[in-house]
């Protein structure tokens, strides 16, 4: 007759460590809330988070405070959405940028150390219209982080509450006759400001996936435009599927609401309007018109 078993002595340690893991993955849970809302940006990239916020790129500050939108956009997305999501863009392009200035020192393929030099001193906004003088190694990095970055700075300094389309003009005739070019041209583009919202609205909502939804003046012409995962008109037709500089941008990413709105983009997308800086859309309008 066999011996009765015995437990293994190496049981208890092992069933301890099946115990804990739930425990580490709540953990883990509470101390990155954006994990759960990031399937597929960078904010939970394990290189992203170690690389540090070095090099020409930083964060830039909110030009307002993070509750300055309520009850439109919630203190809680919007610091995760900038503190985190962004600075993860801004993280990611500063290692693209490191690793061009490396593979340029060892002569591999990155290009010249002039190259690499001088796409250090772009802005994110030059980088995204000039991705193809970026050797191709890091030009998908630097397409989704250089994007990220200059697309967030633009919805930051796009989102106001209290303004309104035609209170701000670029002076001369039409200011005097209480016009604005920008509601002129949306009247004369879409029809009507209500009919151009709701056209931007159904838009932004069949952007499918991750991306974003924009106004756009290409070449004078008011156009709305959508653009996949954290590509930008300014890339050109070519690399984005559309051109023309921004004039009004929604990012329509789920990190971007789903803490308040959880599934219902359209209701975000209605949010949206309460915070659109119209002072602002108006002075990049103007300013093209010049
Ligand atoms: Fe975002």
């Known amino acids: 007759m066999a011996p009765p ?4 002595p190496r049981s208890a340690p092992y069933y301890y460590f099946l115990a804990v893991i739930p425990v580490l993955l709540g953990a883990l849970f509470l101390a ?48 995760i959405h900038h503190g985190r999501h962004h600075q993860t863009y801004v993280n990611n392009l500063n290692a693209a940028l490191q690793q061009l200035s490396w593979q340029s020192q060892e002569g591999g393929a990155a290009g010249s150390s002039e190259q690499q030099q001088l796409l250090s001193v ?39 509450k209290g303004t309104k389309l035609g209170e701000a003009g670029r002076g001369g005739e039409e200011e005097e006759k209480g016009g604005s070019p920008l509601r002129t041209a949306i009247e004369t583009t879409f029809g009507s400001v209500e009919a151009f919202q709701a056209q931007f609205e159904k838009a932004a909502a069949t952007v499918f996936g991750s991306g974003w939804a924009w106004l756009v003046s290409d070449e004078g ?36 609401y789903y803490l308040k709105f959880q599934n219902r983009r359209p209701d975000y997308i209605k949010a949206f309007w309460g915070v659109v800086n119209w002072d602002e859309a108006s002075r990049l309008y103007n300013a093209l018109a010049i």
């Open 5 to 8: 078993t015995t437990p293994s």
């Open 32 to 79: 990155r809330p954006d994990a759960l809302f990031s399937s597929s940006d960078n904010a939970t990239n394990p290189a992203a988070a170690a690389a540090a916020a070095t090099g020409p790129h930083s964060l830039p500050a909110l030009p307002y405070a993070y509750d300055a939108l309520e009850p439109h956009f919630d203190k809680e997305t919007m610091e």
């Open 122 to 160: 772009l802005s994110a906004d030059e980088l995204v219209q000039n991705l193809d003088k970026v050797p191709a190694p890091q030009r998908t990095a630097v397409r989704n982080s250089a994007g990220g970055h200059a697309n967030h700075g633009f919805f930051w300094r796009g989102l106001k």
């Open 221 to 256: 012409a008011l156009k709305i435009v959508t653009t996949a995962n954290q590509d930008s008109p300014l890339m050109g037709v070519d690399v984005a599927g559309c051109s023309g500089t921004p004039i009004i941008g929604l990012d329509a990413w789920e990190h971007a």
